[in-house]
């Protein structure tokens, strides 16, 4: 759990951050952690509050509906009515690819461009879209492609078919185990593949192949100019460099000129996204 104080630029005042628990009947660190921050009058006192949540989000009704990633008491008890009235801020909820989708908008590695498709590729995978400044979404957050079916013979089997579930760390860690790895985390099945160990390979390739797909049904879905790809496995070099390669060797599957880039961000993607949450969202 991370919470920051940003200025209207994007710039992170300052930070703190704290584990997310496992296990917790009330969501109290949660809500601690951003009081403390929203506390700290060195920079001014804080107008409004913009919380992330790694699930699908209701933004008509301001809650978070579904994630798969929290304690799973943490849904019902997290809504903008309830947070406004316990930190006395206004409070927006918005999903977390959502969020970190503004920031690299706004202030990152998609400034220049007129529509970015964001992914995270990192525990789970998410996804946003911003077109001319402006979040696509509707009553619910849109654009979850991490849940998106790339495997239909699977899924018609009932077997891991997803995207988050094939591309992702905890698929890759699922894989690893599934394959008798000793240490099935997915840095360790990164060094695996590094080394030239077979299993290690073939799951850490697997990965990378099942996020191409992604990447392209994302692009195909909803037409970037610029794909922005985060997260804690997406960004590193022996991920991201043959999955960009892999979708742009794919000619008709993408526009001619699309950009697959880093993130600039990296990790304060989402709180920088905090700064021009109000503008992303603003009913036109």
Not at 67 to 88: C, F, I, K, R
Not at 195 to 218: D, F, H, K, M, Y
């Amino acid at each position: 759990m991370r919470a920051a104080l940003v200025d209207s630029e994007g710039r992170v005042l300052l930070r703190r951050s704290a584990p997310t628990p496992a296990e917790a009947d009330v969501p109290a660190s949660f809500t601690d952690l951003i009081a403390v921050v929203a506390a700290e009058r060195s920079y001014g006192a804080a107008t409004h509050a913009v919380v992330g949540l790694p699930g699908v989000v209701d933004y008509e009704a301001g809650r978070l509906l579904w994630a798969p990633h929290l304690p799973e008491q943490w849904p019902d008890q997290l809504s903008t009515d309830g947070l406004t009235a316990h930190l006395g801020l206004p409070v927006s909820i918005a999903n977390d690819a959502d969020l970190a989708a503004v920031g690299e908008a706004w202030f990152g590695a998609g400034a220049t461009s007129s529509a970015i498709a964001y992914l995270t590729i990192s525990t789970g995978i998410g996804a946003g879209v911003v077109h001319g400044g402006r979040l696509m979404r509707g009553t619910r957050s849109l654009a979850e492609v991490g849940h998106s079916v790339i495997d239909w013979s699977a899924w018609r089997d009932g077997a891991p078919c997803t995207l988050e579930e094939l591309g992702s760390g905890s698929g890759v860690a699922r894989a690893a185990r599934e394959a008798g790895l000793e240490s099935p985390g997915a840095p360790e099945v990164q060094a695996g593949a590094a080394a030239g160990e077979p299993r290690a390979l073939a799951i850490w390739e697997q990965a990378i192949t099942a996020c191409a797909a992604g990447v392209s049904n994302l692009v195909m879905s909803f037409y970037p100019s610029t794909v922005v790809i985060g997260g804690g496995l997406g960004r590193q070099d022996e991920f991201f460099d043959p999955l960009r390669q892999m979708v742009l060797d794919r000619p008709g599957h993408h526009p001619d000129d699309l950009r697959i880039v880093r993130s600039t961000l990296g990790d304060d993607a989402g709180l920088s996204g905090a700064a021009a949450w109000a503008r992303a969202t603003k009913p036109v």
